[in-house]
C-alpha cells in the first residue's frame, strides 16, 4: 500500500512537471562504460589476472536554458574490493558569459592532456610513469571552479584558470588536511588548423599547491595533439606531453622530478591502428634532505599498442611494454609485461573537444 502511494504521487509529479521541463528531462542523457585490462607480468605473476579496472555510469545534459549538469560514478577494484565513488559532479554552463565557459562543483583539473580524460578513453592501456607519479593512474579530481575563455585574437587561443578545494591530491579516500595554499592552475591552448594535413593544439602548463604540512608543489608542462582525418578515420596521431615537477619544503632542499612521453599513432585500415609510446623519467633529485647517491638515474619503456576498433562502442586492444630503470654504477632493472583491454560503451558517450 505504501509503495502504491509512493507511485501515485510520483505520477502526480511528473503530470504536473512543465512542459519545457519534461523537454530537459528527456533531453538528459545515459552512458555507461566497461573497461576490462588484463596484464602479464613478465617477472611479477601475482598480479596476472582479467579483471574490470573500472565501471563507469554517466548522467549529463541541460538543467535548464542556461545551464548543463554533469554526474559521473565510478567503481574501480582496490586490493579486490569494488570502491564506488563520485569522479565528477558539475554545473556548467557556456551561455552566461560570451565566449567563455565555466564549472563549478568535482571534476578533472582542466590541465595537460591526459588529466583530462578518463582512462577508457585514453589511446592506449595504462598510463607513463610521468602521469602515475604527477597525477595519478588515472586523473587528479577535485572540487572547485574552473573558467575558461577563448580569446578575441585571429588565432585561437583559448585560456583556462581553475582554483580547487586541495585538501587532497590524487586518489584519497579520506577528507585530507585544510591546504596553506589551495590547487591552483592554468592551461593556455593554441589550436592550428593544417586544412587537409590535420590539425595541432598545443599547451602550456602551470599547477600549484602547499598543503597543511608546508610541502609546494610546482608543476609545469607542456602538451601536444596532432590529428590528420581522412573521412571519419584518424589516420595519424601524434601525441605528447612533458612535465617537470619541484617539492620544497620548509628548512629542506628540493625534489625535482622530470618526466615525459610521446606516442605515434598510423591506421592500418579503418578498424585497426598501431602505435608506439615511448616514455622517459628522472628523479634530478631523489628526496627532500635526503643523501642517497641513486639519483643519477634514467627510466625508459617502448611500449607498442595495437588497437581493434570493432565499432564506435567497442574496442579491443593489445600492448607490450619493455620498461628499464637504470641508476649510476649499478645494473639496468628490466620488467617486461603484456596488456589486453576491452572497452565497451553503452549510450550516447559525450564527444570530447580535440
Known sequence: MKNQIHLVALAILL????????????????????????PLHFENSEENKLDIRSAELLFFGPLDPTFDGTLNVAAHNEEGEFALEIHEAYLSSSKVIPSSRFKIGKFFLGVGRLNQFHQHDWAFISGPRVQT????????????????????????????????????????HDAGEKPRVPTHYIHPVNFIDFGDAGAL???????GR???????????????????????????????????RNLSAPGTSAKEDMGAY????????????AGLRVDLFSELSRTFAS?????DNLNYAFVPTLTYKHSE??????AYTYDIQQYKGEADSLNQMIEFQIVSLLGAHPAHAF
Open 15 to 38: 503530470s504536473s512537471t512543465p512542459a519545457w521541463a519534461q523537454n530537459i528531462l528527456q533531453n538528459v542523457q545515459t552512458s555507461a562504460a566497461i573497461d576490462i585490462t588484463a
Open 133 to 172: 607519479e604527477f597525477f595519478e593512474e588515472e586523473a587528479v579530481a577535485d572540487s572547485g571552479g574552473e573558467f575558461s575563455t577563448l580569446l578575441p585574437l585571429d588565432s585561437y587561443w583559448d585560456i583556462t584558470v581553475g582554483v580547487t578545494n586541495g585538501y587532497t591530491y590524487g586518489h584519497a
Open 313 to 318: 562502442f567497442t574496442l579491443f586492444r593489445a
Open 291 to 295: 643523501d642517497d647517491s641513486r639519483q
Open 210 to 244: 602547499t598543503d597543511a604540512h608546508g610541502v609546494q608543489t610546482q608543476l609545469y608542462g607542456l602538451d601536444f595533439v596532432f590529428k590528420k582525418m581522412e573521412g571519419k578515420t584518424l589516420s595519424f596521431l601524434l601525441q605528447s606531453e612533458i612535465w617537470y
Open 262 to 273: 610521446i606516442y605515434p599513432q598510423i591506421s592500418l585500415n579503418e578498424q585497426l591502428f
Open 201 to 207: 593544439q598545443w599547451g602550456a602548463n602551470y599547477l
